[in-house]
């Protein structure tokens, strides 16, 4: 990923962060009262302010320091989304079962890691490109997978080793936790001291960045 520093956002930070999904939809209303809708962008796209995730003076420095390295928008970053990092419910530990990632047909050797929002009108495949090192965990028509001899990760992409590729039919399941490739979205902090061992950052705006 070009311009990008393989480093995490202070998680301290982070956990007391606001934010969440955003998209662009077009309406227009006709003459009649009636509307008619488009959506602009095919995938949703995460913004948050980190600014209420910071509680000391401590967190105030961590983040000038991360800011300064990253030279404000110029490098993309690792964020870990507090509410939504793992593969299945929030209080729930990944299994190999989660992500339904697709179906062999005996020659397909690789596979997108996905997270599927919804399941009755609309679900929506989001995928995942900054699996968390050591998380990923993969089975083939029900049956474990082992990274490193069975398949290899590489951004996201699950690459299966000669003698491991699903066959026809044969359902490609995953469960992981991952962080959201970001950048800031300002090349400027404004930080105060409110009193001897806390400060504050009011925003600390950051947005979601193409892989």
Not at 63 to 87: A, I, M, N, Q, T
Not at 152 to 157: H, R
Request: proline residues 7%; aromatic residues 10%; charged residues 25%.
């Amino acid at each position: 990923m070009d311009g990008f520093h393989d480093v995490r956002f202070p998680l301290a930070v982070a956990f007391g962060a606001t934010g969440g999904p955003e998209r662009r939809t077009e309406i227009v209303t006709l003459g009649s009262g009636r509307e008619e809708r488009n959506q602009r962008w095919s995938m949703s796209r995460r913004r948050y302010d980190a600014g209420t995730g910071v509680r000391h003076r401590d967190d105030l420095q961590a983040v000038v320091d991360f800011f300064e390295e990253r030279r404000g928008r110029l490098y993309g970053f690792r964020y870990r989304d507090p509410l939504d990092h793992k593969s299945c419910a929030p209080t729930d530990s990944p299994s190999q079962a989660d992500q339904l990632l697709g179906v062999g047909d005996g020659t397909q050797v690789s596979f997108q890691l996905i997270k599927r929002y919804g399941d009755t009108f609309a679900p929506y495949d989001r995928p995942i490109v900054l699996p968390v090192d050591g998380t990923v965990l993969v089975s083939v028509a029900g049956v474990a997978m082992v990274e490193g001899s069975d398949f290899s990760l590489d951004q996201g992409v699950v690459t299966f080793e000669p003698g491991s590729v699903p066959q026809v039919g044969e359902a490609v399941r995953a469960g992981f936790q991952f962080d959201v490739p970001v950048r800031f979205d300002t090349d400027r902090l404004e930080v105060s001291l409110s009193r001897f061992e806390a400060g504050t950052i009011p925003t600390i705006p950051i947005v979601e960045i193409a892989p």
